[in-house]
C-alpha cells in the first residue's frame, strides 16, 4: 500500500477507458478537478462539458500507443473490461497492455476488477482472499488482476460488485422492469448475495483513490450484503414500479446455472483508507432527494 496525496489531481491529465460505459460515463461527470479524457469505441458518447473523447480500439496495440501519446494522461482508470460484448478473451489482454503501457510510461494505473473473481463458497472476502472463478468472465477477470500486478506492481486493482444508479435504471433494472411489462417468467435468486454500491458514490471513491498512490488490491463495494429477490425488489419500489406476477424468486441450486452465491465484499479496509464514506442504499437515496 502507498501513501496519501502524492500529487495534486487539479488539473492532472486523467484518462477513463470505457467512456461511453456505465461507469465511465458517471467518472468523466465527476471529474471536475482533473483534465479528463474518456475512450470511446462503438458506442456514441453523451457530451460532458470539459471532457475529451478519443475513439480507441483497446485491443489495437498501435491504437492504445497513439492514445497515450496524445493525452499523454497522469493517470488512468480502466474500466472498460465488463461482461457485455461477449468477447472474455481480449478482456486480459487489454489490461495486460494498458498495465504494461503505464508502467513504461510512469503512469498511475486503476483497474477496475470484480467480485466475479470469487467462487461464492467463502464470503465474506477480503483483498488478501484467494481467487477462485467459476466462470469465464471471472476468469478472464482473475487473469487480468494477476497482469496487472505483474506488469505494473504499481497498480491499484479495485475490486467492485454490482453498480446500480437511482437517477434511472441501470441496465440489470432496467431488464427487470421490462419483464413485468412481458410476463414472461422470471427468476430472482435468494441465494446470490452482492453488495451493491451506488455507481456515482463508487466513481467519487475512484477519484479520490485516483489521487494517492495506493497499489495492490481494494475492496469497493456498498457496506450492506443484499440477496438477487431482496435487491429487485427494492429497486422495482424505488422506481415505483409493481411487482407483477411473472416475477418470483428462485434459488441458484434449482436453476441449471453456474453461479457464485455469496459474494460478500468486505470493503472495510478501502473504508479506513479513504474519506468518500461508502453508502448504503438508504444513505445513497437521501443523496439524490
Ligand atoms: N456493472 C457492474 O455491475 C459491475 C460489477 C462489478 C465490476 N464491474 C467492473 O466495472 C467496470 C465497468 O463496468 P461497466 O458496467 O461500467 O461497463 P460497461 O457499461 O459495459 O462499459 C464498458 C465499456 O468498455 C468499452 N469497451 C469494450 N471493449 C472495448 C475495446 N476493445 N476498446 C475500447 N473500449 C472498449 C465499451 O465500449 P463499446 O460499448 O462502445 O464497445 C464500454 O463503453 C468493468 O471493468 C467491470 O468489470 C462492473
Given at each position: 500500500?502507498?501513501n ?5 489531481a ?7 477507458t470505457?467512456?461511453a ?17 474518456g475512450?470511446?469505441?462503438r458506442?456514441?458518447a ?16 498501435q491504437?492504445?500507443?497513439?492514445l ?17 460484448g461477449?468477447?472474455?478473451?481480449a ?11 503505464s ?8 483497474h477496475l ?8 463458497t467463502?464470503?465474506?472476502y477480503?483483498?488478501?482472499s ?13 487473469q ?27 441496465r440489470?433494472?432496467s ?7 412481458t ?13 451493491p454500491?451506488?455507481?456515482e ?5 475512484l477519484?479520490?483513490?485516483?489521487e ?8 469497493l ?6 440477496n ?13 414500479i ?6 418470483q424468486?428462485g ?14 465484499l468486505?470493503?472495510?479496509s ?9 453508502l ?10
Amino acid at each position: 500500500m502507498g501513501n496519501r496525496l502524492q500529487f495534486s489531481a487539479m488539473n492532472a491529465r486523467l484518462l477513463i477507458t470505457g467512456g461511453a460505459g456505465f461507469l465511465g460515463t458517471h467518472l468523466l461527470q465527476q471529474a471536475h478537478s482533473f483534465t479528463a479524457t474518456g475512450t470511446l469505441h462503438r458506442t456514441a458518447a453523451t457530451s460532458i462539458p470539459d471532457v475529451a473523447f478519443h475513439v480507441c480500439d483497446l485491443e489495437q496495440t498501435q491504437e492504445v500507443k497513439i492514445l497515450l501519446d496524445r493525452v499523454r494522461p497522469e493517470i488512468i482508470i480502466h474500466t472498460a473490461g465488463s461482461d457485455q460484448g461477449g468477447n472474455f478473451s481480449a478482456i486480459s489482454r487489454v489490461a495486460g497492455l494498458l498495465a504494461m503501457q503505464s508502467a513504461e510510461r510512469y503512469i498511475r494505473f486503476i483497474h477496475l476488477s470484480t467480485d466475479q473473481v470469487f467462487d461464492g463458497t467463502a464470503a465474506p472476502y477480503l483483498e488478501t482472499s484467494t481467487p477462485r472463478p467459476i466462470n469465464p468472465y471471472g476468469t478472464a477477470k482473475a487473469q487480468s488482476e494477476n497482469l496487472v500486478h505483474s506488469l505494473n506492481p504499481q497498480a491499484l486493482i479495485v475490486r467492485t460488485s454490482l453498480l446500480y444508479d437511482l437517477r434511472s435504471p441501470d441496465r440489470q433494472t432496467s431488464q427487470l422492469i421490462h419483464a413485468t411489462t412481458t410476463g414472461v417468467p422470471y427468476r430472482l435468486f435468494t441465494d446470490e448475495f452482492r453488495c451493491p454500491i451506488w455507481v456515482e458514490n463508487l466513481a467519487e471513491a475512484l477519484l479520490e483513490l485516483a489521487e494517492t498512490n495506493y497499489a495492490g488490491i481494494l475492496n469497493l463495494g456498498g457496506p450492506q450484503p443484499f440477496n438477487r429477490w431482496e435487491w429487485g425488489l427494492q429497486m422495482l419500489q424505488h422506481f415505483g414500479i409493481p411487482l407483477t406476477p411473472n416475477i418470483q424468486p428462485g434459488t441458484i441450486e434449482e436453476s441449471a446455472l453456474i453461479r457464485p452465491k455469496n459474494l460478500t465484499l468486505d470493503s472495510t479496509s478501502t473504508q479506513q483508507l479513504i474519506h468518500t464514506p461508502l453508502l448504503s442504499f438508504t444513505e445513497s437515496c437521501k443523496k439524490i432527494e
